[in-house]
T-cell receptor, first 117, second 116 residues
Framework: EAGVTQFPSHSVIEKGQTVTLRCDPISGHDNLYWYRRVMGKEIKFLLHFVKESKQDESGMPNNRFLAERTGGTYSTLKVQPAELEDSGVYFC???????????????FGPGTRLTVT | AQKVTQAQTEISVVEKEDVTLDCVYETRDTTYYLFWYKQPPSGELVFLIRRNSFDEQNEISGRYSWNFQKSTSSFNFTITASQVVDSAVYFCALSEGGTSYGKLTFGQGTILTVHP
């Protein structure tokens, strides 16, 4: 079974440009999460999809970030326009849909390293 | 708000030594889940273990063992007879029950280097 995949693995863009990151979750996983690790800091939650719906986007830094999950399958995270502080590693994770009050382990992709110059 | 603290930024050991990675957490929920993930040099986060707040039994998996103590809000991870392949960044994480829907709060990570 294929794991979580992310594309691209590395992106270098100039300040002000637009970048779109893609995540393909494990087949059958309704939960999809985006996280980000800025250099030297902890991994922080950005947002959570259940199928195609945004369940929680409390971690999104500002309105320059737009996430979508078309048809409840793959997800994209667009940064427009990119700023220097957006540099970091963006992780995507997926998990099964748990029952009430439960939590299943999340399986992570390899991350996309974004460098804004 | 929940918080996870991994006080050890870096640990360096020689092969075959035992090493313990510390994790302390804070949460107001009575139902929560604790996790450990390993990030090898290749970059992906590899799931190691999940524990729920109602199960304080320690767990052993090969050379890995975990000590969960609610009284001290700790969930420590021990590697016995460490090997070079254990070199990685290790993250402890917390997920609250209720309506958090599995959102993970991570510690800062501990860089473990095992020397031959």
């Amino acid at each position: 079974e294929a794991g979580v995949t992310q594309f691209p693995s590395h992106s270098v863009i100039e300040k002000g440009q637009t970048v779109t990151l893609r995540c393909d979750p494990i087949s059958g996983h309704d939960n999809l999460y985006w996280y980000r690790r800025v250099m030297g800091k902890e991994i922080k939650f950005l947002l959570h999809f259940v199928k195609e719906s945004k369940q929680d986007e409390s971690g999104m830094p500002n309105n320059r970030f737009l996430a979508e999950r078309t048809g409840g399958t793959y997800s994209t995270l667009k940064v427009q326009p990119a700023e220097l502080e957006d540099s970091g590693v963006y992780f995507c994770a997926s998990s099964q849909l748990p029952g009430r009050g439960q939590s299943y382990e999340q399986y992570f992709g390899p991350g996309t390293r974004l460098t804004v110059t | 708000a929940q918080k996870v603290t991994q006080a050890q930024t870096e640990i360096s050991v020689v092969e075959k030594e035992d090493v313990t990675l510390d994790c302390v957490y804070e949460t107001r929920d009575t139902t929560y889940y604790l996790f450990w993930y390993k990030q090898p040099p290749s970059g992906e986060l590899v799931f190691l273990i999940r524990r729920n707040s109602f199960d304080e039994q320690n767990e052993i998996s090969g050379r890995y063992s975990w000590n969960f103590q609610k009284s001290t809000s700790s969930f420590n991870f021990t590697i016995t007879a460490s090997q070079v392949v254990d070199s990685a960044v290790y993250f402890c994480a917390l997920s609250e029950g209720g309506t958090s829907y599995g959102k993970l709060t991570f510690g800062q990570g501990t860089i473990l280097t095992v020397h031959p």
